[in-house]
């Protein structure tokens, strides 16, 4: 079935005076929405407690969890103890996600630094089939985890980097941030045959079955020559991508991925608008 939800809560949320996972794990539903992904981006700060109540606040209201792992990962870096970091950020945000009842993670694999792109990505390749075996040797490999396509022109995770990542384990599924491919393209995500190019060439290396768990964010970004600049909502009218002709892609290829919306403090609300474009198209 496919999955509508915010990233994190909205300004509207706090507006209205909530606060906790309860509340939130509420609000999400009555908004009609059935998925959330929550955060540990600047760290995993919570306590085992408060991640189960965490869990089972969210499982209780039939909302799926799905969990974005530390931004600081940096598979590529070429210090030691930030290669030794990069692999416990990941298995601990497994090993969270797992008690919070959440089935599958996401994470950013590396970014350039001063090494050349083919340098980085093998490295990280290298790595990853490490990671990989940390994930296996930890029981952690029942979990879908998913490296994301990332917005900035020296970060690793274009679409064809990330599918590639991908063929490593079985657990490993794509997360194709639109927003992201569409900044580091310079916009190049208009029509629905783009969108359908994006998910072809995914397919074409991962294959079919890996496409139909596909792990997906959207929202519209500023970019420049570098790629991402900035999270924008659904109001703005200058960058896109716009999310109609996303849906009319899914529909040909009859795809009902997890779609979480990062719109800037407007991600419930545009979730929503998500939810009601994909089922009135
Ligand atoms: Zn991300």
């Given at each position: 079935?496919?999955?509508f939800g915010p990233s994190g809560n909205g300004e509207q949320f706090y507006n209205l005076g909530l606060s906790g996972a309860k509340d939130s794990a509420k609000y999400v539903k009555d908004l009609g929405l059935n998925c959330f992904e929550y955060s540990?981006g600047?760290?995993?700060?919570l306590?085992?407690?408060t991640?189960?109540e965490t869990?089972?606040a969210f499982?209780s209201n039939g909302i799926e969890l799905s969990?974005h792992?530390?931004?600081?990962?940096?598979?590529?870096?070429?210090?030691?103890?930030?290669?030794?970091?990069?692999?416990?950020?990941?298995?601990?945000?497994?090993?969270?996600?797992?008690?919070?009842?959440?089935?599958?993670?996401?994470?950013?694999?590396?970014?350039?630094?001063?090494?050349?792109?083919?340098?980085?990505?093998?490295?990280?390749?290298?790595?990853?089939?490490?990671?990989?075996?940390?994930?296996?040797?930890?029981?952690?490999?029942?979990?879908?985890?998913?490296?994301?396509?990332?917005?900035?022109?020296?970060?690793?995770?274009?679409?064809?980097?990330?599918?590639?990542?991908?063929?490593?384990?079985?657990?490993?599924?794509?997360?194709?941030?639109?927003?992201?491919?569409?900044?580091?393209?310079?916009?190049?995500?208009?029509?629905?045959?783009?969108?359908?190019?994006?998910?072809?060439?995914?397919?074409?290396?991962?294959?079919?079955?890996?496409?139909?768990?596909?792990?997906?964010?959207?929202s519209?970004?500023?970019?420049?020559?570098?790629?991402?600049?900035?999270h924008?909502t659904f109001d703005?009218?200058?960058?896109?991508?716009?999310?109609?002709?996303?849906?009319?892609?899914?529909?040909?290829?009859?795809?009902?991925?997890?779609?979480i919306c990062e719109s800037a403090g407007t991600q419930d609300i545009d979730a929503v608008k998500m939810k009601?474009?994909?089922?009135?198209?």
């Amino acid at each position: 079935m496919i999955k509508f939800g915010p990233s994190g809560n909205g300004e509207q949320f706090y507006n209205l005076g909530l606060s906790g996972a309860k509340d939130s794990a509420k609000y999400v539903k009555d908004l009609g929405l059935n998925c959330f992904e929550y955060s540990f981006g600047r760290g995993i700060t919570l306590s085992q407690k408060t991640a189960e109540e965490t869990g089972n606040a969210f499982l209780s209201n039939g909302i799926e969890l799905s969990i974005h792992a530390p931004y600081f990962i940096n598979f590529a870096t070429v210090e030691e103890d930030k290669e030794i970091n990069s692999y416990n950020y990941v298995i601990n945000t497994l090993k969270y996600a797992k008690i919070m009842g959440a089935k599958r993670i996401v994470f950013h694999p590396s970014t350039q630094g001063k090494l050349d792109r083919q340098s980085a990505v093998e490295l990280t390749h290298k790595r990853l089939e490490k990671l990989a075996d940390l994930i296996v040797e930890n029981n952690l490999d029942d979990l879908i985890v998913c490296p994301e396509t990332m917005g900035k022109s020296k970060q690793i995770g274009t679409v064809e980097e990330i599918a590639n990542f991908c063929n490593i384990a079985p657990f490993f599924v794509p997360a194709i941030d639109f927003g992201h491919v569409n900044s580091r393209e310079n916009g190049s995500l208009n029509t629905h045959q783009d969108f359908l190019n994006v998910l072809n060439v995914t397919k074409s290396i991962v294959g079919e079955e890996k496409l139909s768990k596909l792990h997906v964010h959207f929202s519209k970004i500023m970019y420049g020559d570098k790629g991402e600049i900035k999270h924008l909502t659904f109001d703005d009218q200058t960058y896109g991508p716009n999310f109609e002709p996303f849906a009319k892609a899914l529909k040909i290829l009859d795809l009902e991925p997890f779609i979480i919306c990062e719109s800037a403090g407007t991600q419930d609300i545009d979730a929503v608008k998500m939810k009601q474009i994909y089922f009135n198209a």
